[in-house]
């Protein structure tokens, strides 16, 4: 069984600054990948990055950028240069080779100007 | 390209009541996921096709949901005889259907009140 945990239920960050989101995953695979998903109040689900476990360099989408901690078993998502429009709940996720996300209960993100 | 259409956007019925959601992926995605996803919680996958068939459904209550997707294109999900605990949004996802790091682009969901 795969299980995603997000320890932080809500966040603000002041507009223009850094923000780090927090999970940590488990799973017995050995092939995994690991994602990202914003999720605005409209609730249109949009993936923001993800990482191949295979991979050790951090994948890195702009503004976002993760810190992938294998052996820990630990994913963080920093935002830079924090926007009025990153305002959202962003749900980490775990996917084996089939493609089955497992989602974490998600962390909610307030941007503030 | 157009996104993963569903269809209603909202619904309210009484408790035993039937209701059906309608989902149309992206054209040509072979992948297509229906989501529960209770408010304040992450969605949880139901069931997963792969074409037109089941690549799992291990977490569909069979007993009062179902699901098809005839012709490997459209899906529909259905709910007979709805609970009150089924009162959340419905996402339907779809991809491309390569192994691995498989993109899912989610639709606008269906949000349900079961009254």
């Known amino acids: 069984a795969q299980t995603v945990t997000q320890s932080q239920p809500e966040m603000s960050v002041q507009e223009a600054e850094t923000v780090t989101l927090s999970c940590t995953y488990d799973?017995?695979?050995?092939?995994?990948?690991l994602f990202w998903y914003k999720q605005p109040p409209s609730r249109q689900m949009i993936l923001v990055i993800r990482?191949?476990?295979?991979?050790?360099q951090n994948a890195t989408e702009n503004r976002f950028s993760v810190n992938f901690q294998k052996a820990a078993k630990s994913f963080s998502l920093k935002i830079s240069d924090s926007q009025l429009g990153d305002t959202a709940m962003y749900f980490c996720?775990?996917?084996?080779?089939?493609?089955?996300?497992?989602f974490g209960g998600g962390t909610r993100l307030m941007v503030k100007p | 390209e157009a996104g993963v259409a569903q269809s209603p956007r909202y619904k309210i019925i009484e408790k035993r009541q039937s209701v059906a959601f309608w989902c149309n992926p992206i054209s040509g995605h072979a992948t297509l996921y229906w989501y529960q996803q209770i408010l304040g919680q992450g969605p949880k996958l139901l069931i997963q096709?792969?074409?037109?068939?089941?690549?799992?459904d291990s977490q569909l209550p069979k007993d009062r949901f179902s699901a098809e997707r005839l012709k490997g294109v459209d899906s529909t999900l259905k709910i007979q005889p709805a609970k009150l605990e089924d009162s959340a949004v419905y996402l339907c996802?779809?991809?491309?259907?390569?192994?691995?790091?498989?993109?899912?682009?989610f639709g606008p969901g269906t949000r349900l009140t079961v009254l």
């Open positions: 996720a775990l996917s084996n080779a089939g493609n089955m996300l497992t």
């Open positions: 990482q191949e476990a295979y991979k050790q």
């Open positions: 799973t017995s695979e050995s092939n995994y990948y």
């Open positions: 996802a779809s991809s491309v259907g390569l192994p691995g790091a498989d993109t899912q682009y």
């Open positions: 096709f792969q074409n037109n068939g089941v690549v799992d």
